[in-house]
């Protein structure tokens, strides 16, 4: 395709048969430019496998064999890190010394790793020709520059509501400053357990009080036994939900324990799975949607079924419990991912302008670009720098970060646009996630009413964040 003239390329894009893959071949052709010759591009190919995709792989062993000594139990990268959300704070501080520790033990070897990957992406761009390290990356999202720019600088201007969220729960804790190892510390009342019948009552009603198409496919899942629940051993952890193709249907996983959160994860992996299944329409090869929407209707699913469980719930304390485990995900998602993108940002740069770059290099960019988010109200220990060396996103995927951004804020600015809107806005929101991929984001979302390009419209994402931290400050008064 590269190879054809324009001619014949627009001839074949507005050709009636192939109007079902058009925005397929489109986004195809937006890599045009930055195709090499055959013989190039097969040698790049074979390279890849004894290159870039060996130190993908090396890194993620690495971190799977290793293990952080924790009051005298050897435990996992997984292990460790959930010992940092535990209610005693003695716990979360050894588990983060536990983390630094063992990182260090191999930091040599993860510096290395983060080196030649960096190395690696600057050669890529240079003989693809992109212009940024992060154009690529955008290009895949069917994203323009300007827009991720707007997106970035829209939250980095607001990095106070962070600041401000962190003060709050610092004084709940009666932790002024909180530490590093304070920002995942629960707020909690006694907790609750739901049922597996009960939590999946009130995802469907909640689903189905947003329009009753969508009450129905979330109910098919439990009927159709479309869900993998149950906790087993050998089971691996987390949750998902696979699309498979569109000639079969969606299946989903998660591990339930009947906690609140289990709850919004149900709900959470339903909203992927309802849009697996509206867009299975569009064709194998248009069904699935890039990184920068994917997570649409999964968090637009997850308010509602926060709404809908914090409606039902009189004591101020659980409500307050529930709203400050809501906003954490909230900074996590928004906040800190275009902290990391920041981070992001500056190792590329700084490795295509001054060479191979030592780990305390890489720790002080870190600690900057954290320092920045956090301001006054968190403080960070000289440990954390290490911190940067086992998140995997910057080895796997550069620069996917700001979709986890991009996509928590579009959803609460629409479900803003649903509030104000009721009705009329549902028709809206069906169509485009029965669109699946078959046209650019931006098209897709304009019939919303939404401008990704405008600054203003993630400036009101981040107002919806304002008015959960002053519900949550109101709340603790």
């Known amino acids: 395709m590269a190879e054809l003239s324009e001619e014949r390329t627009s001839e074949l894009l507005s050709s009636p048969d192939l109007s079902p893959f058009r925005h397929h071949l489109e986004v ?22 004894n290159g870039i995709a060996a130190w993908t792989r090396y890194f993620d062993e690495l971190l799977a064999a290793l293990k952080f000594q924790f009051r005298g139990e050897s435990l996992s990268e997984q292990e460790v890190l959930s010992k940092l959300q535990d209610s005693d704070r003695s716990i979360r501080k050894d588990a983060a010394l536990a983390l630094s520790d063992g990182l260090k033990t191999r930091l040599a070897d993860l510096t290395f790793i983060f080196n ?40 980095i201007a607001r990095f106070d509501l962070a600041a401000r969220y962190y003060t709050l729960k610092g004084k709940m804790l009666g932790l002024e400053p909180m530490e590093d190892f304070d920002r995942y510390a629960p707020i909690s009342v006694k907790a609750r357990f739901f049922r597996w019948d009960e939590a999946r009552q009130i995802v469907v009603k909640a689903y189905d009080s947003f329009h009753p198409m969508f009450g129905e496919i979330a109910q098919r899942f439990f009927d159709s036994r479309w869900i993998d629940a149950a906790v087993r051993p050998g089971k691996r952890g987390g949750a998902f939900s ?6 079969a249907h969606p299946y989903i996983l998660v591990n339930y324990t009947g906690k609140l959160r289990d709850v919004q994860t149900l709900a959470h992996e339903l909203g992927h799975g309802i849009h697996q299944y509206l867009s299975r329409k569009q064709g194998v090869l248009q069904a699935s949607t890039p990184l920068t929407m994917a997570e649409t209707a999964s968090v637009f699913g997850e308010m509602l079924t926060f709404r809908s469980l914090i409606e039902r719930v009189e004591q101020p304390d659980v409500r307050l419990s529930m709203l400050m485990s ?12 275009v902290a990391m993108n920041r981070f992001e940002d500056s190792i590329h740069r700084a490795r295509r302008s001054e060479g191979e770059l030592p780990a305390d290099r890489f720790g002080a960019l870190w600690i900057d670009s954290q320092q920045a988010m ?14 940067w060396s086992y998140i995997p996103h910057f080895i796997h995927t550069p620069g996917y970060v700001y979709a986890y951004a991009f996509g928590e804020l579009l959803v609460l600015s629409l479900y803003q646009v649903y509030t104000e809107q009721g009705d009329a806005f549902v028709q809206k929101y069906v169509r485009l996630l029965e669109a699946g991929g078959s046209d650019w984001p ?18 009101g994402g981040l107002r919806a964040v304002e008015k959960l931290i002053e519900q949550a400050e109101e709340l603790s008064r």
């Open 242 to 247: 696979h699309g498979v193709v569109p000639s």
């Open 442 to 459: 931006e098209r897709l979302l304009a019939d919303t009413g939404v401008d990704v390009k405008d600054p203003g419209f993630w400036s």
């Open 374 to 387: 956090f301001q006054e109200s968190v403080r960070l220990n000289d440990y954390y720098g290490t911190w």
């Open 116 to 155: 030649t990957v960096l190395a690696e992406k600057a050669s890529d761009d240079r003989l693809r020709r992109f212009e940024h390290w992060l154009s690529a990356r955008n290009l895949s999202n069917q994203i323009s520059d300007d827009t991720v720019k707007a997106l970035v600088d829209s939250v």
């Open 326 to 337: 809501k906003i954490d995900d909230t900074m996590a998602t928004v906040f800190r991912q």
């Open 28 to 49: 195809q052709l937006l890599f045009r430019s930055h195709v090499l010759t055959e013989p190039e591009e097969k040698i790049l190919a074979e390279k890849t496998v």
